[in-house]
């Protein structure tokens, strides 16, 4: 049977928040966004940083108009990305996948909620 | 502090500490047994900017004091005219956050300077052992209108370098910073400065317009040879470079930049026969990757072969040049096939000529598992890579850290 890891009360853990918690030799990194949770292993896959500490951003998008003309840049909130520290690698939250390669992505563990707490699935 | 993350939200951040950034850094170092290798990083840096009030009263001329003074710890808001600045995005917007973060990082209110405490932090969570300091915004000093400027500043902090930094710690040394817009003024520093405690060798930043190739430079070029110790270019950018200018975002004068001005540099050296006036000289190329290199060597020698008439000083490939050259490895290309950066190693002769840098902090920083990591190398070629090689060229004595040192075999 699959191993759990304790990483909150539900209540500890609010829509925006992130949590890391220990495990083994490295981390886990909880977040919950939109009211969906998700975790990772907080190691980088390019040269091992702790993806997990880093910002939590909207992913940035072109604006193009019909006319093929730029005009400007915006973010897009429907995609988070968790953003390395280290070099700024990023990642999409829902997937983990390296957002520029996606032959590189973020190790990642089934999370979920019971009995008011929040549980990684190792 | 608070980061914004977009235009409404931030991020609050409560600390920041190197060593904890770098932890995973740390474990690699235990599981890679890096306390039994030794490393050199010949390229990583501080922020000189950090400590200018202490740096501008080593400038000797007392009106540029005085005015350097003024700017540096008066708060008034105005640009120094002493350093040159140019747009750009170094951390990624914030994204790489020990750019923002940095001045919370804590360090012991003792009788060390903070830059030296900063620095054994983060040398200590990779595992490496000694270090070539170079500054930061200095970097882009080469490219200020009065060379007078480039070489107050860069006197005043060699020389508060020297005697406040490296003689207080000698794992950190430096490839002295040169004021290559005076001809004259260079030879002076190497002369007057080149035999000090922790000085490995000199540095020219590429992001200037002189040519390396004028007569101005030949008798610090001789002193150089004469002296043993190697000559670095250390590649930069500028977004207000002409051809530069012409991109929009700060990826490509970043890929671009630091590439060009050395390709430039490198060009000049070796058509103009510098290695053959100066065969017993070391020359290093510093913070450019690898990908340009083989690139270049194909360029040149197709060239050559059919334009020897402008070279005649060569007698041999300018390829055969560059294989004679040493190579600073940050920020190293990772492509997917790596039978590509197999066959760059090959090219540039890695084994005796590829010497391994973090240029941390910087945002495009290595850690010594870039290397430590490759498929390809055997150990006695990584380890060569991440010390030897550097050990070798700046003839350096490392017995404080290995009393009984033997190089790899």
């Known amino acids: 049977m699959a191993k759990e890891l304790f990483v909150s ?21 909880v977040y919950r966004v939109n009211g969906n949770l998700f975790a990772y292993q907080n190691v980088c896959p390019h040269q091992g940083g702790p993806a997990c500490e880093g910002l939590l951003m909207a992913k940035v998008e072109e604006v193009i108009a019909e006319d093929k003309t730029y005009q400007g840049m915006t973010f897009n909130h429907d995609e988070m990305h968790i953003v390395c520290p280290w070099h700024g690698w990023e990642f999409d939250l829902e997937t983990g996948d390296m957002v520029a390669d996606r032959k590189f992505r973020l190790k990642k563990y089934e999370v979920a909620e019971k009995d008011d707490g929040i549980y990684v699935t190792l | 502090m608070e980061i914004p993350t977009d ?4 991020m609050s951040v409560a600390e920041f500490d190197t060593s904890k950034l770098l932890i995973n850094a740390a ?15 010949v390229d990583c840096h501080h922020y000189e900017n950090e400590s200018m009030k202490e740096i501008v009263e080593f400038i000797d001329d007392p009106v540029l004091r005085r005015t350097a003074q003024v700017y540096s710890g ?11 600045g140019s747009p750009g995005s170094q951390d990624v917007a914030g994204r790489v956050t020990r750019y923002p973060l940095r001045k919370m990082d804590q360090t012991p209110d003792d009788d060390k300077h903070r830059d030296i405490h900063l620095s054994l932090k983060w ?21 200020h209108p009065v060379p007078e400027y480039e070489v107050a500043m860069s006197r005043a902090y060699n020389r508060w370098l020297t005697e406040k930094i490296l003689q207080e710690e000698k794992r950190l040394k430096t490839m002295l910073y040169l004021p290559f817009n ?10 007057d400065f080149g035999d000090r405690e922790g000085v490995c060798g000199f540095m020219v930043v590429s992001t200037r317009y002189k040519p390396v190739y004028d007569n101005a430079y030949m008798k610090t070029y001789s002193l150089i040879e004469e002296m043993g110790k190697p000559l670095a270019f250390h590649g930069s950018y500028s977004w207000n470079d002409h051809l530069l200018g012409n991109t929009n975002r700060f990826l490509v004068t970043h890929a671009l930049g630091f590439t060009v001005f050395n390709a430039v540099h490198m060009c000049n050296w070796i058509v103009n026969g510098l290695p053959e006036r100066f065969p017993k000289m070391d020359v290093m190329w510093i913070e450019s990757g690898l990908a340009w290199i083989p690139w270049l060597m194909q360029r040149l020698d197709n060239d050559y072969r059919m334009r020897s008439s402008e070279a005649p000083l060569l007698k041999k490939l300018p390829s055969e040049y560059m294989q004679d050259m040493f190579y600073s490895s940050q920020p190293m290309e990772m492509p997917h096939d790596m039978d590509i950066l197999e066959m760059t190693f090959k090219m540039i002769k890695a084994e005796t000529q590829l010497c391994w840098c973090s240029d941390y902090p910087h945002w495009d920083m290595d850690v010594p598992s870039v290397i430590w990591d490759l498929p390809f190398l055997d150990e006695r070629q990584k380890k060569n890579i991440l010390g030897e090689n550097a050990r070798k060229l700046y003839n350096m004595d490392v017995s404080d850290r290995f009393p009984n040192y033997k190089p790899p075999v």
Do not use: W
């Open chain 2, 7 to 10: 235009h409404l939200n931030k």
């Open chain 1, 9 to 29: 009360k539900s209540d500890d853990l609010q829509d925006g928040d992130r949590k890391i918690v220990p495990n083994g030799n490295y981390e886990i990194g």
């Open chain 2, 182 to 191: 005076d001809p004259d003024e260079t030879y002076k520093m190497v002369k």
């Open chain 2, 27 to 41: 474990r690699q170092r235990d599981q890679r047994g890096f306390d039994k290798t030794l490393i050199i990083d």
């Open chain 2, 123 to 143: 040398m200590d969570a990779m595992g490496v052992d000694y270090v070539m300091l170079f500054p930061t915004p200095m970097l882009l000093l080469g490219l």
């Open chain 2, 74 to 84: 008066a708060g008034t808001g105005a640009n120094s005219p002493f350093m040159m």
